[in-house]
Each structure stands twice: as C-alpha cells, then as structure tokens.
Nanobody, 128 residues
Framework: LQLVESVGGLGQPGQSLRLSCAAS????????VGWFRQAPGQEREGGSC????????GYSDDVKGRFTILTDNARSMVYLQMNLLKPEGTAVYYC??????????????????????WGQGTQVTVSS
C-alpha cells in the first residue's frame, strides 16, 4: 500500500485549500480513510474520516463545519477540502488508511491508532 499526498501550500486565514491523496489500492471502499494533522511538538490530531462500509463520516470538533473529506473510489483518490482556514491549522497533513473491527471508527474524526498506512505528509501553512 502507498499513499501520496499532493503539495500542500500557503493560505490566508479565511481562505480555502484542497489537498489530494492518491492511494495504490484496488478497492478504496474496503478501508477506513482519514486525514490528520500534526503541528511541531504536538500529537497527530484533527481528524476527518470516512468509513464507506458503514456509511459513516466524522470530524474532530476543531475542523467540523469547515473541512470536508471526499473519496473517489473509482480513482482511489482521497480529498480534503479545507474552508475558513485558521492560523492554528498550520501543520503537516497526513492521509491515512486503516482496517479496524472497532465499531464506528470515524466518531469524532477517528483516532490515529486505527490507521496503519500513512502518506509522507504535506505542509500547510496558514498565515496572513
């Protein structure tokens, strides 16, 4: 398995950015799919998560209402649409796949320990 994220970028507060992730899998819908972020010195958090098998989508409180996770299963692509960017969103963003038997793994955006395949990460900087 391999995940390759697009280049992140620089955005101003209040603006939008879109990240993409190419997954080298046969059937993306067989996995729980997520995006997380990690700022320097902090834990990986801020999840956005899709679990197609249970028709479940979840977000952490700090991105809910502003971020949208999307998948294109035919192309094995994962996207993160980020609106209303905030300076505290400056971090390395990671795309991730996982398979877990835990029920409703996308509650509150998912937890990193449920994901075992990670992309290389892409830097997003939010600054005026």
């Amino acid at each position: 398995l391999q995940l390759v994220e697009s280049v992140g970028g620089l955005g101003q507060p209040g603006q939008s950015l879109r990240l993409s992730c190419a997954a080298s899998v046969f059937s993306l819908g067989d996995y729980v799919v997520g995006w997380f972020r990690q700022a320097p010195g902090q834990e990986r958090e801020g999840g956005s998560c899709i679990n197609d098998s249970d028709r479940e989508i979840g977000y952490s409180d700090d991105v809910k209402g502003r971020f949208t996770i999307l998948t294109d299963n035919a192309r094995s692509m994962v996207y993160l649409q980020m609106n209303l960017l905030k300076p505290e969103g400056t971090a390395v963003y990671y795309c991730a796949l996982g398979r877990t038997a835990r029920p409703r793994p996308c509650t509150s955006g998912g937890v990193p320990k449920d994901f075992d395949t990670w992309g290389q990460g892409t830097q997003v900087t939010v600054s005026s």
